[in-house]
């Protein structure tokens, strides 16, 4: 073979040619490599004795967009329910740079100090262009990622921010069969994907920072009546006194919201999770959290909730997705489209035709 790089003018370079390397190795070991896929039960057995490996395979397969996958993964789900349940589910969200990464590592450390194990999911509605970047780069949690009672998972990558939030559920469900009894779900703050978060936690945490000057601009309202906390970060060093004139004014806006469902008043902490300063007081509320609503009836309340969205959501989510991916419905639309934008029916008697032949279709199914 030649090699360019021995060209006289490439003084003092040589390449010589590498070896040839035959076809297989071994032929044998080739054959067998692909692993068999253990069955549910053999799954169901592995994610209950807290083996992780199965616990990861389940979760891969949860997230597969494969049907065989999705139908291994449902008798799964199903078989690992009644050993679910059984953790405190808590929504973490700010916006990039808040602190969520430095502060998960933190809070986890400091909840594994008390036992227990600890899963970190997340929910990232842009992974599909990312491909699950949020979380996907472990170093983000430095101590966490090499703990050995941590579980940490990246996003979802695939699909709309419905189907992406719905596989982080089931991942819940698995992750509390093997064990884990504390679960964060990290989310970005950009708006609907709170919502999605806030549908599956029982407590939801919202990362703030100071020094702005207009800490309440840019907060959608809505993201702060879901917050059951609200914590200043980065509450260290020339910013501590800034983090707690931000506290004064989270305060004074949360006393303008209506009562809380849970009847519990949200509230307002700084803290420092970089410096490790506050992190206790910030749990001591979380745990004063779970002893209110676990006493009051709202923590049942809200999981009964959740659990009815969840089974509503996935309806709608198939009810479309059966509609849309329909190719006789597909074509309709196309000539719907064409006679709508050019004036000839109207928007609604287009749907309405375009609905009932759909209707009609199931019917004679
Ligand atoms: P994320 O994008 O919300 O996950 O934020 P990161 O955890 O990656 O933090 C963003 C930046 O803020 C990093 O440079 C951190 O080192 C820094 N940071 C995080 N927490 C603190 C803190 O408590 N104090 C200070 N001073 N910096 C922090």
């Known amino acids: 073979m030649e090699h360019p790089e021995n060209d006289d003018k490439y003084i003092g370079l040589t390449v010589n040619s590498g070896v040839t390397q035959p076809p297989v190795v071994n032929p044998y070991l080739k054959r067998h490599r692909k692993k068999r896929i253990p069955t549910a039960s053999e799954m169901v057995e592995g994610i209950i004795k807290g083996d992780v490996t199965m616990l990861s395979r389940g979760v891969t397969l949860v997230e597969s967009l494969n049907h065989d996958h999705q139908i291994l993964a449902q008798e799964i789900i199903e078989k690992c329910l009644p050993y679910s349940g059984n953790s405190r589910r808590i929504g973490i969200t700010g916006v990039p740079g808040a602190g969520k990464s430095t502060s998960i590592d933190a809070f986890g450390l400091?909840?594994?100090?008390?036992?227990?194990?600890?899963?970190?999911?997340?929910?990232?509605?842009?992974?599909?262009?990312?491909k699950g970047s949020i979380l996907g780069?472990?170093?983000?949690?430095?101590?966490?990622?090499?703990h050995p009672s941590a579980f940490i998972r990246p996003s979802p990558s695939a699909g709309?921010?419905?189907g992406v939030a719905r596989k982080t559920r089931e991942t819940i469900v698995l992750c509390e069969a093997a064990g884990y009894d504390n679960i964060f779900v990290e989310t970005v703050g950009v708006g609907q994907s709170e919502t999605a978060v806030h549908s599956m936690v029982d407590f939801f945490l919202l990362i703030q920072l100071a020094g702005t000057g207009d800490e309440l601009q840019g907060i959608k309202r809505g993201i702060m009546e879901?917050?059951?906390?609200?914590?200043?970060?980065k509450a260290d060093g020339d910013n501590i006194d800034r983090a707690r004139l931000a506290q004064a004014q989270f305060r004074s806006a949360l006393h303008l919201f209506p009562p809380t469902q849970s009847g519990w008043k949200p509230e307002v902490l700084t803290y420092s999770g970089y410096y490790e300063l506050g992190i206790d007081e910030v749990w001591k509320m979380i745990d004063r959290y779970f002893e209110h609503v676990k006493s009051n009836g709202f923590f049942d309340r809200q999981r009964s909730e959740q659990a009815m969205y969840w089974m509503y959501e996935t309806i709608d989510d198939r009810l479309k997705s059966d509609f849309y991916r329909n190719p006789e419905i597909a074509e309709l639309l196309t000539q719907k489209e064409a006679r709508v934008l050019s004036n000839r029916q109207s928007s609604f008697t287009a749907a309405r035709d375009v609905l009932d032949i759909y209707f009609n279709s199931i019917l004679k199914k």
């Not at 780069?137 to 090499?146: A, C, N």
């Open 160 to 162: 709309s921010l419905g």
């Open 110 to 130: 400091h909840v594994l100090k008390q036992g227990g194990k600890l899963a970190v999911l997340a929910i990232d509605p842009s992974s599909e262009r990312t």
């Open 137 to 146: 780069d472990k170093t983000r949690m430095e101590r966490l990622s090499v």
């Open 226 to 233: 879901m917050a059951d906390g609200i914590v200043i970060n």
